[in-house]
């Protein structure tokens, strides 16, 4: 099992090394790519993270169900967009240099990808979920980096790459040594769901102007029917 957690850490990690040669230059096709990627994400929300936090409530055991009024879950998913909305009107209001924000940036990110990289990996999954992980959130944090990169450019190929790729080790490996209790998984979860429907609404989804509907379209109903499929057949 710990084969299939690390071909999911390398994948993520080669995302960020070559973000900004993966991502198309010609702007057609660049265009195309962000509405398949702004696909993939928001049908990623709709049909596996939100019924996964209905899970995670549903999940919480003795005694800590006394306490429950069956929103606790999406409540800290709440948290966590309001945290992460915080955090970048922080960094933005306080700007003093473009290197200063680069790093604050770039921790901030870092921070986000050990999370995510966290959350991925800390629950077993077999071969079928981990292509369907990859699937997923490659595009997302490729579209992320992507966008760093075009404000950051010498920034990022010097440190950034790096330093995300060291948030994805961080989680993985805290994923794979340490055992938390599965109440504190759930928390994490929805903190990181929280943040990643922020992110994917803010950064993912393109503008009308810039959205290719067509492939936007195919890439939602495409990916919404392998899902439903994968989750009928393996009970996910």
């Known amino acids: ?24 230059r010609d702007k057609l ?4 790519w962000f509405s398949f990627s702004g696909g993939l994400a928001v049908s990623y929300i709709f049909i596996y993270l939100l019924p996964t936090l209905h899970k995670q409530q549903a999940a ?13 879950i999406y409540f800290v998913g709440l948290l966590g967009v309001v945290l992460f909305v915080g955090i970048q009107i922080v960094i933005q209001q306080n ?3 473009h290197t200063s924000t680069f790093w604050s940036v770039i921790v901030f990110c870092a921070f986000y990808n050990a999370l995510v990289s966290y959350s ?8 079928i979920q981990a292509l369907f ?6 595009p997302h944090f490729m579209a992320v980096a992507h966008d760093m990169w075009r404000k950051f450019p010498v920034e990022y190929n010097r440190y950034g790459r790096y330093i995300l790729a060291v948030g994805i080790i ?17 928390i994490v979860f929805s903190l990181v769901s929280g943040a990643m429907i922020f992110t994917v609404f803010k950064h993912e989804l393109p503008s009308e102007k810039e959205t290719h509907f067509p492939t936007f379209l ?15 057949v393996f009970e996910w």
């Not at 991925?120 to 071969?127: I, T, Y």
């Open 170 to 186: 961080s989680g993985w490996i805290i994923a794979l040594t340490t055992e938390l209790t599965p109440l504190f998984k759930s």
């Open 95 to 97: 700007y003093i240099s």
């Open 133 to 138: 992980y990859c699937v997923a959130i490659g």
């Open 29 to 32: 096709k660049q265009v195309k």
């Open 60 to 72: 919480i055991e003795e005694p800590y169900r006394q306490l429950t009024m069956e929103s606790e």
């Open 1 to 24: 099992m710990l084969l299939i957690p690390f071909l999911i850490g390398i994948v993520f990690i080669l995302i960020h090394f070559f973000a900004s040669v993966l991502v198309p």
């Open 218 to 232: 195919i890439s939602v109903v495409i990916y919404s029917a392998i899902t439903i499929s994968l989750k009928f």
């Open 120 to 127: 991925v990996l800390s629950f077993e999954v077999s071969a």
